[in-house]
């Protein structure tokens, strides 16, 4: 169900005009920390990594450089947002997700550079001037994605439901 949800924010989220090129809400980016929450590392990366393939397969990018950049971003994203909820007990899922929403746009504009300068593109290398505006783009989406989250993992009935489910009922 949650690859679902995560699948339906993504493709719902492409018909979204942001304005700025390569920026997303990052709507998916929620079920994914709440997955982390209550399910954990496998379940958590299967629907993260799941979700880059099937959409990149449903909007015609799959194996071109969108599939690449948000594949780059999810895992790096993922295994950040992983550990912050791990090892820094005092994050709160807000600065969890703006921890996801930096290092994805970060690992994307250094996957963008890196196909470029594969493709031999001299000019590659501003893309990193680029980082700033997504950096604080990150932040705002990353604050309110969070916010979202942190209302979710809130839910009593959504607790009970997860716990009735891990317990086998």
Do not use: C
């Not at 799959?62 to 295994?79: H, I, K, V």
Request: net charge positive; hydrophobic share 55%.
């Amino acid at each position: 169900m949650l690859l679902a949800m995560a699948l339906t924010l993504s493709i719902a989220e492409s018909f979204i005009p942001f304005g700025i090129p390569g920026a997303k809400i990052g709507l998916a980016n929620m079920v994914i920390l709440v997955s982390i929450h209550f399910f954990g590392f496998w379940t958590s990366l299967a629907i993260d990594v799941l979700r880059v393939f099937i959409v990149s397969l449903v909007t015609g990018t799959f194996l071109g450089m969108g599939f690449y950049l948000s594949l780059s971003g999810a895992l790096l994203s993922f295994f950040l947002m992983y550990a912050a909820t791990r090892w820094i007990k005092a994050l709160t899922p807000v600065g969890v997700s703006i921890i996801g929403a930096y290092s994805h746009s970060l690992a994307q504009i250094v996957m963008a550079i890196l196909i470029y300068r594969l493709m031999g593109v001299s000019a590659s290398g501003a893309l990193i001037y680029y980082f700033p505006l997504m950096a604080f783009i990150s932040l705002a989406t990353g604050t309110l994605n969070g916010f979202l989250v942190e209302y979710i993992v809130g839910n009593s009935y959504l607790k009970r439901s997860v716990e009735e489910v891990n317990r086998g009922m």
